[in-house]
Every structure is written in structure tokens, then in C-alpha cells.
């Protein structure tokens, strides 16, 4: 069982930066792919990012590649979502999630976090 919590949303002006933290409880939290996932109010559920168990795999959504950032620290049982460049579109609640290598979806997601980027 995994239990994620993430942190780090607020509200930011078009062009700005936030960090996003996602903490994984858990022994085996090397073993799991990462990933980030964001949902805007009438929208459905997108994916934004992943990375796999040793950070040497990541994948990003075309719409934001080049300004955003996955990365992990196994030994602080953490995934990370480095934002740059923000614009009014990336406003959305942004969830982490897991899931181990033998599975096609993800097992586990935590509550979210609220991005808000004005313009």
C-alpha cells in the first residue's frame, strides 16, 4: 500500500514557477513508475508527466514539454514536478500517482494539489 501526499500548489502569475512534492509513504517507493496527473473544472483528467523507478525514463504531455520537469529522490521517497513558463491553462488540481512495473494503469493517486495561474 501507498499513500501519497502532495504539496506545493498556489496561486502564480502567467509566467511563473511552482515546485510541486509529492511524499510517498512506503518502503518499496524505488520500485514504483511516478507520475503526475491534472484535472481542470470541466475537464477530464490528463496526463502530465511520469518518470520511472530510477529517473533515467521520463515522459512528458506535449503541453508541457520544455517547461516543465519530473524528477524523484528515492531516498526522501519523493517525486517532483518543477514548473516553469506557467500559463492561465495550466491552472488545474494536480495529483500524483504510482503504479509498479507489472501493472498498465496506476494503483495509487493522492488527494491533489490546486495551481492556479492568473493572467
Known amino acids: 500500500q501507498v499513500q501519497l501526499v502532495e504539496s506545493g500548489g498556489g496561486l502564480v502569475q502567467a509566467g511563473g514557477s511552482l515546485r510541486l512534492s509529492c511524499a510517498a509513504s512506503?518502503?518499496?517507493?524505488?520500485?514504483?513508475?511516478m507520475a503526475w496527473f491534472r484535472q481542470a473544472p470541466g475537464k477530464e483528467r490528463e496526463f502530465v508527466a511520469a518518470?520511472?523507478?530510477?529517473?533515467?525514463?521520463?515522459n512528458y504531455a506535449d503541453s508541457v514539454k520544455g517547461r516543465f520537469t519530473i524528477s524523484r529522490d528515492n531516498s526522501k521517497n519523493t517525486v517532483y514536478l518543477q514548473m516553469n513558463s506557467l500559463k492561465p491553462e495550466d491552472t488545474a488540481v494536480y495529483h500524483c500517482?504510482?503504479?509498479?512495473?507489472?501493472?498498465?494503469?496506476?494503483?495509487?493517486w493522492g488527494q491533489g494539489t490546486q495551481v492556479t495561474v492568473s493572467s
Open positions: 500517482a504510482a503504479k509498479t512495473a507489472a501493472t498498465i494503469g496506476y494503483n495509487y
Open positions: 512506503g518502503r518499496t517507493f524505488s520500485s514504483y513508475t
Open positions: 518518470i520511472n523507478w530510477s529517473g533515467g525514463i521520463r
